[in-house]
């Protein structure tokens, strides 16, 4: 029982960090990215490209994923968010969908099919307490959730960018009218976004490897989560995740490991039906 | 008389013509059917997608062959050009790459290893009339009724037949837990396991399967330690087969583990430590990584050197296959129903590991190997044959 709390929390904190990325973008454009899996999958091949491939210290393939990832965002926001803003947001919509099967199909090119594993930063034997093996890699992904988060949140609440965030999402025109740098806003939140998602692809790798369509299933949960927690609701996302993770280890392992995907989509239904805005309701930014 | 004159010279011109025409048939009877030039030959596997790791196993092996034969001069002087199409991971492009391929008129189409897509393209493939030679491990795709149909790989039904017998009569496990990856190929075989186990006189203590998407399989892994099993019967890809591995591993769960071919693959191992790869077994299509035969070895590199993917028991097939039908149309020509008939016919043709023979169904591989990893290194415990051969 303890060991299937430990690993539903270690796959839920995954699950939590590509909702982050997810809620970054979202908090500012009002747009959910389909492809913040693949951003996740690059960055883990970013990171193994690093620390495998030309055998740079683990610190310093993580700086350098973290720096191309920035770009990425800021690149993935002038091919598919400028070109469409205005439009209906389903257009963008389809359009991160599409950019998705293409990073896709990119790495497959680069980095050929076959699944790779990235080493952990942190190494040492696993604690065992009654039983329950928990991974140096699995507390340090805890760790670093809860940092996140921690920054997030002062970021978001505490920082002139994250007003300007705010007010760009609750209406475009009027926060250029009153003087705030929207683009260039828009731009640090795709940054911060993919880099969010770099962070969990280097998460990933190491217990997960990385393949060229691993990005598929994590940036689906990742959008389930954040339906469940609320959209860009930052507790949501976080609490989301853990709870996700929860009951897929449970479930697969007292009900049945056939439905194991089925649950996360049964219970978005179920706290959409009962939770209409989600476990801790979503950001009113959108409704203002 | 004109008349008459003009009907001689008619039956005297009819009387060469027929004897020519004659002599025409006969020669035809002995003489291979010409082939065009170049030889048109069509694939279609995964390239892109979630099964591109194994498609492209299919492309590197029948590729690899064909460039070589092209570089030896091809056949009878005629160089082979083959065509191929990415299925991508869905059944329904499986079959639009497919009418690509015949658009083409081949000689001869190889398909994938991936039985739903082959299910979804054996009917326009038979309708053409052309040699489809598949990898495809579904124990049900030599029984769809195509008579162009044939398989050059070991499938599911040997592999769910042998694994169990070998698991309990050879290593004497009476325990095990089941874990197979919930599509076609690990369901098929998971069902075809449950039923040698109870053949056995053996229940497994728990039947578990995972997702292809999935990524943690420890709920599975604790239930069937949970239950007091004392082996493990693990059936997926490489990249899943790793990770149930990693985490067997990291949870401390130690059982004797058997599983198809992807426990030994070296796509598996390059990703586990000797530690986790120690001591698990395989029974599958033969794999090239255990030869002695320095012929082997060197193919295996020049594989590699080429695609950057190792060479596994799919490329040893389609690469067989090719050179198969190489002999088979040096004799033939490029006739497709004389291919089929003489691929029908096939005995005891010696490939790169092992020998190929037909059956009444169009199965070709009959002969089998059992593997156990040895750290990282997979050993070859010995051939092991389908009941019946």
């Known amino acids: 029982m303890g060991q299937l709390v430990v690993n539903g929390l270690a796959l839920g904190s995954i699950y939590a960090l590509v909702a982050l990325g997810l809620l970054m973008i979202f908090n500012t454009v009002q747009i959910v990215n389909f492809a913040q899996g693949q951003l996740l999958m690059l960055g883990a091949f970013i990171g193994i490209s690093g620390a495998v491939t030309h055998e740079l210290p683990i610190a310093t393939a993580w700086a350098i994923t973290m720096a191309a990832m920035a770009l990425v965002g800021i690149v993935f926001m002038a091919l598919v968010y400028f070109p469409l803003r205005g439009r209906p947001p389903f257009l963008v919509i389809l359009t991160t969908i599409a950019m998705g099967i293409v990073l896709e199909n990119l790495a497959l090119i680069i980095w050929g099919p076959l699944p790779v594993s990235l080493p952990s930063p942190v190494r040492g034997a696993p604690l065992r307490f009654l039983g329950v093996v928990v991974s140096m890699h699995q507390l340090f992904t805890f760790a670093t959730l809860a940092a996140i988060l921690l920054l997030q949140y002062i970021l978001l609440t505490k920082t002139r960018f994250g007003i300007l965030m705010q007010a760009t999402a609750q209406d475009l025109h009027t926060a250029r009218l009153v003087g705030i740098p929207v683009s260039r806003t828009i731009a640090v939140a795709f940054a911060f976004g993919a880099m969010l998602s770099g962070i969990a692809g280097l998460l990933v790798a190491p217990i997960f490897l990385a393949e060229p369509t691993m990005g598929g299933s994590l940036g689906l949960k990742g959008f389930v989560v954040s339906v469940i927690g609320g959209f860009g609701n930052l507790p949501g996302a976080v609490i989301g995740g853990l709870f996700l993770g929860l009951i897929e280890t449970f479930g697969a392992r007292y009900i049945s490991s056939n439905f194991r995907d089925a649950y996360a989509f049964i219970v978005m239904i179920g706290v959409r039906v009962a939770w209409p805005r989600g476990l801790f309701g979503e950001n009113s930014s959108a409704k203002v | ?389």
């Open chain 2, 1 to 389: 008389m004109l008349f008459s004159a003009t009907t001689k010279h008619l039956t005297l011109q009819t009387a060469i013509l027929g004897s020519l025409f004659a002599h025409l048939i006969a020669s035809a009877d002995a003489a291979p059917a010409a082939c065009p030039s170049p030889i048109p030959l069509g694939l279609t596997t995964a390239l892109t997608g979630n099964l591109a790791l194994l498609g492209t196993q299919a492309r590197n092996g029948a590729e690899f062959a064909v460039d070589e034969i092209n570089k030896n001069g091809g056949i009878a002087g005629k160089q082979l050009a083959l065509s191929i199409e990415d299925t991508g991971a869905s059944s329904t492009d499986a079959l639009n790459a497919m009418n690509r391929i015949l658009e083409g008129k081949p000689l001869i189409i190889f398909g994938s290893m991936i039985s739903p897509h082959i299910f979804a393209q054996t009917e326009v493939v038979t309708k053409s009339e052309t040699p489809f030679l598949v990898g495809a491990t579904n124990a049900k795709v030599t029984s769809q009724g195509s008579k162009w149909l044939f398989r050059t790989h070991a499938h599911d039904g040997q592999l769910a037949d042998l694994i169990p017998t070998y698991l309990v009569k050879s290593l004497g496990k009476t325990k095990p837990g089941i874990m197979a990856v919930a599509d076609d190929y690990g369901l098929g075989a998971s069902k075809g396991i449950q039923a040698a186990l109870a053949k056995l006189g053996v229940s497994p203590v728990a039947i578990t399967s995972y997702a292809p998407s999935d990524k943690d399989m420890s709920a599975q892994l604790l239930e069937i330690k949970d239950k007091g099993a004392d082996s493990l019967i693990l059936f997926g890809r490489p990249a899943d087969v790793t990770l149930v591995l990693k985490q067997m591993s990291d949870l401390g769960i130690k059982l004797t583990t058997i599983g198809n071919s992807s426990m030994v693959a070296q796509t598996t191992l390059n990703n586990l430590s000797a530690a986790e790869a120690d001591g698990g077994y395989a029974i599958g299509g033969q794999i090239p990584q255990t030869s002695k035969d320095a012929k082997i070895t060197d193919w295996s590199k020049r594989v590699f050197d080429k695609y950057k993917v190792p060479a596994d028991n799919f490329t040893v097939s389609y690469h067989d296959t090719v050179y198969l039908l190489k002999d088979i149309i040096e004799k033939t020509g490029c006739d497709k129903a004389a291919i089929r008939d003489a691929l029908a016919a096939t005995k005891n043709w010696q490939g790169m590991l092992i020998s190929y023979t037909a059956d009444s169904l169009g199965d070709l591989t009959h002969t089998l190997g059992i593997y156990r990893n040895k750290g990282k290194t997979p050993e070859l415990i010995g051939p092991i044959n389908e009941s019946g051969y």
